[in-house]
């Protein structure tokens, strides 16, 4: 009999009151732990003075959450550091960012270690173990360094680059064998997983077997791709909702007779926003006759402001959003709105809602939630019109979108100006293919099929309570 336990780098549960704030994937893996009676690990959130290893255990809405604190040491090289500074610009293809420092890989390995010493304790014998992203690849290696046999499974949830970008990361053949020591290694898309498969066999001179397996380094793994989706139902539904209808209300007031155009990203750059400030500087340039017709509202709230590569985007944001302004702005219209602020996600819903047109134009992005979201809060009587980059990892699933090349600012140009002049009919039917995979493909799908999939890779069976939802 198995329970699941999701170990990433934070750990965010609902927190019973609220839930309209919390996101998606927190939803989804609460909601799979509820089911499967699990328990979730990661850090704390919080810097102690000195690494304890003291677990901070409690019950939130039905799930136990264990957390750890970690020292400053470990903040400033695991996470700003090997996370945040090389892995995160490596594996969005920004060479030129990577920060290669031998503190960082040492301080990742430590804080790998350390997680690992404090789980393996609460690990009981068929557990299902589920860990997320970047921040612990080397997770699997020090568990079974520490004993562990259990089905161990890791999901990527940014790219996985070329493999001529992992090998300019020092060690890089470390990292990957690491991965080796999972059961499972998911993907969010098919180019991810012929990138790791290129790594694979051109550089650790490995095999691609048959069902999806792989052998290098003396191992195997499963390897596959799951695209991550959206709480897509209830993400529709917080469109309706007294405060979505609140803050429609505000922006329709706002942009009464013109057109808004929505953006929503974390302040980072590989979400594309000076190209995409570029490409409606580009749009007024070569299109005068939508001077004062459209409205840009640019939401990006500042994430990982301690590292400099994001103070520097900030402040090229500033800039740019002020020469845009400055140039084609009048006293009673100003094109483009910046706000470095966090809304409530029912408040986003809203505004996704009130807008003509959803501007997504990450450089590279895992898969980008944003672009779902925008689909699944949009009326259906009179939907926008979602613009995606190619390099977004939802362009895969998301055909029916503008695609774009987000560094042709002519490209992003020319797709406004289709979206903001398409006939409704035209709208509707592009929304409706977008909306069914929307909500197909939903966070439930992605996480019951990860985990399905992590459970065949060996033999116990999954102990569902019985009221799980
Ligand atoms: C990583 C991968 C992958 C943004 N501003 C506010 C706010 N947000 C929310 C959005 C969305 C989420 O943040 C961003 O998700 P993305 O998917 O766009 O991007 P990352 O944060 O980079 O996430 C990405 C994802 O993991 C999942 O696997 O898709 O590729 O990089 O949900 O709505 N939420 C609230 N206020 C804001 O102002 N409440």
């Not at 470990?74 to 892995?87: I, P, R, S, V, W």
């Not at 804080?111 to 921040?135: G, K």
């Not at 302040?267 to 004062?292: A, M, N, T, W």
């Amino acid at each position: 009999m198995s329970r699941l336990i999701v170990v990433s780098n934070r750990v965010n549960p609902p927190s019973g009151r609220g839930d309209e704030t919390v996101g998606g994937l927190a939803m989804a893996l609460s909601a799979a732990l509820r089911e499967y009676s699990g328990l979730w690990f990661g850090w704390s959130g919080k810097i102690a003075p000195e690494f304890t290893g003291a677990l901070n255990t409690q019950t939130v809405k039905g799930v136990t959450v264990a957390t750890v604190d970690l020292d400053e040491a470990d903040y400033q090289e695991y996470y700003n550091g090997y996370a945040n500074k090389t892995l995160w610009p490596l594996f969005h293809y920004r060479v030129d960012l990577a920060a290669y420092d031998r503190s960082f890989g040492e301080g990742y390995d430590r804080v790998n270690r350390r997680f690992a010493e404090t789980l393996r304790p609460l690990i009981q014998p068929d557990d299902l173990i589920w860990v997320h992203d970047y921040h612990l690849i080397p997770l699997a290696r020090e568990l079974r360094q520490a004993g562990v046999r259990n089905r161990i499974g890791f999901f990527l949830h940014i790219p996985w680059p070329a493999h001529q970008l992992v090998v300019t990361l020092p060690r890089h053949r470390v990292l990957v064998e690491a991965l080796f020591d999972y059961d499972l290694v998911g993907f969010q898309t098919a180019e991810h997983l012929q990138a790791f498969e290129g790594y694979v066999t051109t550089e650790a001179g490995g095999q691609i077997l048959s069902q999806g397996r792989l052998s290098a380094f003396g191992k195997t793994v499963r390897a596959d791709a799951f695209p991550i989706g959206l709480d897509a139902e209830q993400f529709a539904a917080l469109a309706r909702s007294p405060r979505a209808h609140r803050s429609y209300d505000v922006m329709a007031a706002h942009s009464v007779f013109r057109k808004m155009i929505v953006g929503v990203d974390r302040l980072d750059y590989s979400k594309g926003l000076e190209e995409r400030l570029i490409g409606v500087e580009r749009l007024l340039q070569d299109h005068p006759e939508f001077r004062r017709e459209i409205l840009m509202l640019q939401i990006a709230p500042p994430s990982r402001d301690e590292v400099e590569a994001y103070q520097a985007e900030r402040a090229k944001l500033d800039a740019l959003t002020g020469r845009i302004n400055g140039e084609f702005g009048h006293m009673d219209w100003t094109p483009i709105h910046y706000i470095n602020r966090n809304y409530r996600r029912d408040e986003l819903a809203g505004i996704y809602r009130a807008a003509a047109v959803g501007l997504v134009t990450p450089l590279r992005d895992g898969m980008n939630l944003v672009a779902k979201e925008f689909v699944a809060a949009q009326d259906p009587e009179d939907p926008g019109v979602l613009v995606l980059s190619r390099f977004a990892g939802a362009a895969m699933q998301l055909k029916d979108a503008l695609i774009i090349n987000p560094n042709s600012p002519e490209e992003i140009a020319d797709a406004l100006r289709r979206a903001l002049s398409m006939p409704l009919a035209e709208r509707r039917k592009r929304w409706e293919a977008l909306n069914a995979n929307v909500q197909r493909e939903d966070v439930t799908a992605w996480r019951d099929r990860f985990v399905q999939s992590l459970a065949a890779t060996g033999p116990a069976q999954l102990r569902r309570v019985a009221n799980g939802s």
